[in-house]
């Protein structure tokens, strides 16, 4: 099978997986929002959560970014006995690491609640504290989970690691249930550790068919270990600095009426639905392809994966991007207004919505961008721009926040992941010259204007149904014709306008090398 064709096949494997995860993860949301609504309980178990993933996110986001590269490297070579020494290695560290990281955190939970959500004040600090001490261990499960879910990765499975998000998913949602009718917010917050614990033990068995066999033993001084060490440290920064961006949303939003923290939940929630649907599986897929072209220094294929792989994310994320922000009420409305949720939580997470969908394209793109970076084992250059982009959102949340309070975080956001994208892409032009020469720029262009007569057409639509339905059925037919209308129009204008391109997208959506190589 030609390398093009198996990433296609894997990107819809697990952009299968990926949206049957995101389906059942909106119905734990619908759940939780149902049960919790969107007050201090609902805020406290957000930021509590908040707290251990920023930690988790640092130390795993760094080494799976590194770990898989390496690995690679050394399984190109004939040398899977010693990748796998490699990794046992870094699992026992990581879950050591974390280990002791939950214990000092449970210790000092209310120093660390003061340093993440300063707003907190009374009853919703004290309750922040009791739940974050509950759901820390999580790191520990989470951190296995995303190793395995990226050596699996390494060795062309994929449909299991996707498919543990929605065990993940469904534990929460039993857990809350059960476990969070029965004992509330408190319940809700050990369910989601037994759940992240369930998406981690779903996977081991299928680890241990791949060739891993686990070892009680450190070797600290394996070269390729050593190189782990030396690639994670900046790749944690840059992790780091993306977190600085969430950790200053939080610190901002803990001083924001009832509810900020839970409408910017709520509606990220609905962003990362197109983002994990297509581009996380994307870059899932192609990671470990782009590794081993990296690794080969064949620079042309390499340039042809990534444009063709970000024409397939700017023509399908600008047009979810947009239909979001047209539809952002509405959508709101239909998924999450019932229970304890009313309609001033349904205000609150639609301007959220509308203005995190700004930057959306961003967002989206920065992760197969930064992918690129990582493949050429290149992790400061992501570092020294996140640096400038924290400081970009800082300046921006600032400011916004005085005019649109929790909504401005959320522009300040999207402008920031604007940047960003910018940025990462002329960098890796310079090093991947190739990519100047895949007609980007036009190509945006061409979505940008096809986007907009969608954007009109599912205005009206939705416009002219609004007054004329009733009930929930009512609203998901108005919905679902406005959506149902604008993908018609935006794939009519699309094919118009660039007819060879989006051919290409439409029918084949991942295949990557002209060139055929045999995987």
């Given amino acids: 099978m030609t390398t093009g064709k198996f990433i296609f096949k894997a990107t819809l494997l697990i952009a299968f997986f990926n949206l049957m995860s995101r389906l059942l993860g909106l119905l734990r949301d619908v759940v939780i929002a149902r049960q919790f609504g969107a007050g201090d309980f609902i805020d406290a178990y957000q930021m509590a959560l908040k707290t251990p993933n920023m930690l988790f996110a640092i130390v795993s986001g760094a080494l799976v970014t590194v770990v898989v590269p390496v690995y690679t490297e050394y399984a190109a070579r004939g040398e899977k006995k010693e990748a796998?020494?490699?990794?046992?290695?870094?699992?026992?560290?990581?879950?050591?690491?974390?280990?002791?990281?939950?214990?000092?955190?449970?210790?000092?939970?209310?120093?660390?609640?003061?340093?993440?959500?300063?707003?907190?004040?009374?009853?919703?600090?004290?309750?922040?504290?009791?739940?974050?001490?509950?759901?820390?261990?999580?790191?520990?499960?989470?951190?296995?989970?995303?190793?395995?879910?990226?050596?699996?990765?390494?060795?062309?499975?994929?449909?299991?690691?996707?498919?543990?998000?929605?065990?993940?998913?469904?534990?929460?949602?039993?857990s809350a249930l059960t476990l969070g009718s029965r004992y509330g917010i408190q319940g809700l917050a050990l369910g989601?550790?037994?759940?992240?614990?369930?998406?981690?033990?779903?996977?081991?068995?299928?680890?241990?068919?791949?060739?891993?066999?686990?070892?009680?033993?450190?070797?600290?001084?394996h070269p390729g270990v050593q190189k782990v060490y030396i690639l994670a440290l900046p790749a944690a920064i840059g992790v780091a600095v993306n977190q600085a961006n969430v950790y200053i949303n939080g610190v901002l939003a803990s001083w924001l009426p009832e509810?900020?923290?839970?409408?910017?939940?709520?509606?990220?929630?609905?962003?990362?639905?197109?983002?994990?649907?297509?581009?996380?599986?994307?870059?899932?897929?192609?990671?470990?392809?782009?590794?081993?072209w990296a690794a080969r220094g064949d620079q042309e294929d390499l340039a042809k994966i990534l444009l063709t792989s970000m024409k397939v994310v700017i023509a399908g994320i600008i047009p979810a991007s947009v239909g979001l922000m047209v539809l952002s009420q509405p959508i709101v409305k239909l998924v999450f207004e019932r229970g304890a949720f009313d309609q001033a939580a349904s205000a609150m997470t639609a301007a959220a919505l509308f203005f995190y969908a700004v930057g959306l394209v961003g967002q989206a793109s920065a992760i197969l961008l930064t992918r690129g970076f990582y493949a050429l084992q290149d992790t400061r250059t992501p570092v020294k721009l996140g640096l400038v982009i924290v400081g970009v959102n800082l300046i921006l949340s600032l400011f916004f926040i005085r005019y649109l309070q929790h909504a401005g975080l959320a522009l300040a956001n999207s402008l920031a992941n604007l940047t960003y994208l910018v940025l990462l892409l002329e960098f890796l032009k310079r090093k991947i010259p190739c990519l100047r020469e895949g007609g980007l720029f036009k190509f945006t262009l061409i979505i940008l204007v096809s986007a907009g007569i969608m954007a009109v057409a599912s205005y009206a639509v939705n416009g002219a149904l609004a007054a004329r339905v009733q009930g929930f059925a009512g609203l998901l037919l108005q919905v679902g014709l406005a959506i149902t209308a604008g993908i018609l129009v935006y794939a009519g204008a699309l094919f118009a306008l660039y007819k060879e391109d989006a051919r290409r997208i439409f029918k084949t959506a991942g295949e990557a090398a002209r060139r055929r190589r045999k995987s």
């Fill in 259 to 292: 509810g900020s923290i839970s409408a910017l939940s709520y509606a990220d929630r609905l962003i990362q639905f197109p983002v994990s649907l297509f581009v996380l599986a994307l870059g899932t897929a192609v990671f470990p392809a782009l590794s081993g």
């Fill in 84 to 174: 796998w020494k490699i990794f046992n290695t870094v699992l026992i560290l990581v879950t050591l690491f974390f280990l002791a990281a939950s214990i000092l955190g449970i210790a000092g939970a209310p120093l660390l609640i003061k340093l993440v959500a300063p707003g907190f004040k009374g009853s919703v600090q004290t309750m922040t504290v009791e739940l974050v001490r509950i759901v820390l261990p999580l790191m520990i499960f989470a951190g296995l989970a995303s190793l395995f879910t990226n050596l699996l990765n390494a060795n062309n499975i994929f449909g299991l690691p996707a498919f543990s998000t929605s065990v993940n998913n469904i534990f929460i949602i039993i």
């Fill in 192 to 221: 989601t550790v037994l759940a992240m614990a369930a998406m981690a033990l779903v996977q081991f068995p299928t680890l241990l068919k791949s060739g891993f066999k686990f070892r009680l033993a450190l070797d600290l001084r």
